[in-house]
């Protein structure tokens, strides 16, 4: 049986746009760009890391939270991330590891370099 190690939340507003985020590179790393999500600790529950995501990167309050489905990001050890979607309740400010932040249409994904296994992610959303 597979075991969930992180979580990650799409977040989507009123018009199916979904929040994308750049982290903090070095400088000869590329610059991808992500969904909004964090690694499980210890005994934490999944709606737990998702809050704790949300909390630290974008310094809000995330509702109306749905579990969309599980995406593999370790073959070897059988790992998976647990995707859920939701939408925001306050206004975004970035956090420490946090360099930029952007509302997305789905047709616009095509344009952005998305990070590995982000792709397979916005898939649940995009299909359900």
């Known amino acids: ?11 989507k507003d009123d018009f199916n746009n979904i929040f994308i985020v750049r982290r903090k590179t070095k400088r000869n790393e590329p610059k991808l760009w992500y969904i909004v999500g964090k ?4 005994k934490e529950t999944e709606e737990k890391c998702i809050t704790r995501a949300i909390k630290d990167d974008l310094k ?9 489905g599980e995406t593999k990001i ?4 059988e790992e998976v991330c647990a995707v859920y979607l939701g939408q925001l309740k306050e206004k975004v400010v970035y956090g420490n590891d946090i360099v930029e932040g952007k509302w997305v249409s789905i047709k616009e ?6 990070a590995e296994y982000e792709k397979e992610k916005i ?3 995009v299909n359900k």
């Open 1 to 11: 049986m597979a075991r969930i190690a992180e979580c990650s939340v799409i977040i």
């Open 39 to 42: 690694k499980i600790r210890g």
């Open 74 to 77: 370790n073959e070897e050890n």
């Open 60 to 68: 809000s309050i995330i509702f109306n939270l749905e579990k969309l």
């Open 123 to 125: 898939l649940l959303y």
């Open 109 to 114: 994904l095509e344009n952005y370099d998305l």
